[in-house]
Every structure is written in C-alpha cells, then in structure tokens.
C-alpha cells in the first residue's frame, strides 16, 4: 500500500484485520462519509477512536486531560485507548451519551505507513469482522484498500475515567 503525504483521501477506507477482528480507518475530514458509513454499518460510538499519536493533540480534542493518563502515555511501550468525559472537535457520532470520547494514542511505530498522513484518523472497530459487512461493499464511490503488511494492535492498554473521576487501567 502506498501512502503519500498530502494525497487526497476523499472516500479512501482502508481495512485492516487480525484474525477474526477487523477495523475500519479513515481521515476524520471526510465527515459525511463517516455519517454515512454509521447510519450503514449501524455501529456505536463505543466502536469509534480517534487515532493519535503526539500527546499534545489531546488538548484539541478533551476538555482536561488527567496528570496521571498523561503520565501513563508518556512512558507507554504500547498502545493506550483512552475512554475519557469532555471530548471536543469530533462527528457527535463519536460521542458517547455521557460526553466521553474514546481515542488511541499510539507512538509513530506503532502507526506503521499511517503514522505518515497529515489528518487526524478515525477508527471503528467491526463486530463479526469485515466480511460480514455487506453495506461496506455496496457503499459507492468507496474505494476500500486493504495490506496485510498493515497490522492495528489490537491488544493493548485501556485508561478509563470512572463516573467518579478516578482512573482505571487494564490489558486488553
């Protein structure tokens, strides 16, 4: 798969899969397509993160941003979705009711040949894998690229604020 810094990504979703899990990439520009797919492809906004990979984006995107997360993802080795309240700048499709935004922090390494592109990514994770999902591929004028070479970690840390503000970790 070729990614060139600047392309135009109008209507380009890449697919990447491990196993029997799949997940759906695609620049968080393209609003329209990401309402369309979610009225299609009838996932939640607990299947929605917002990829990122410089701590300092987390301040466009969360009202607050608690000292201890900002410590964990300093030191991280791995990957860290982050399910935190006071999410800002993104689709309300990615918001859950209790205004708690879900978004993955990974280091460039961790991106691979996405870490190269200039806009924020969006990533849905699919229930039932890709090929079950018979609406992606009657979607028009989407063009859908998939690389094996292209792996998404989908083990990885989980950060969560509790409804009484208090942060929970756990492996996934």
């Given amino acids: 798969m070729e990614i060139r810094q600047n392309r ?13 899990k799949s997940c ?13 797919l979610q009225q299609q492809g009838g996932f939640s906004a607990d299947q929605c993160y917002l990829l990122v990979n410089e701590i300092g984006l987390l301040n466009i995107y969360f009202h607050e941003v608690p000292e201890t997360s900002l410590d964990i993802l300093e030191f991280t080795d791995r990957p860290v979705a982050l399910r935190l309240n006071g ?7 990615m918001m859950a009711e209790d205004d708690r935004l879900n978004a993955f922090f990974m280091k460039a390494e961790h991106f691979g040949a996405l870490a190269r592109v200039q806009h924020p990514l969006v990533l849905v994770e699919l229930k039932g894998g890709i090929s079950g999902q018979a609406w992606l591929q009657a979607e028009q004028n989407l063009l859908i690229l998939q690389d094996d070479s292209l792996r998404f970690p989908f083990k990885r840390r989980e950060v969560a604020m509790g409804t009484n503000g208090d942060i929970k970790i756990k492996d996934l």
């Fill in 8 to 20: 135009d990504w109008k209507n380009k979703v890449w697919t990447i899969s491990q196993g029997k």
């Fill in 24 to 36: 759906l990439v695609f620049s968080l520009k393209e609003l329209a397509l990401f309402e369309r």
């Fill in 87 to 93: 999410g800002r700048n993104v689709p309300a499709g």
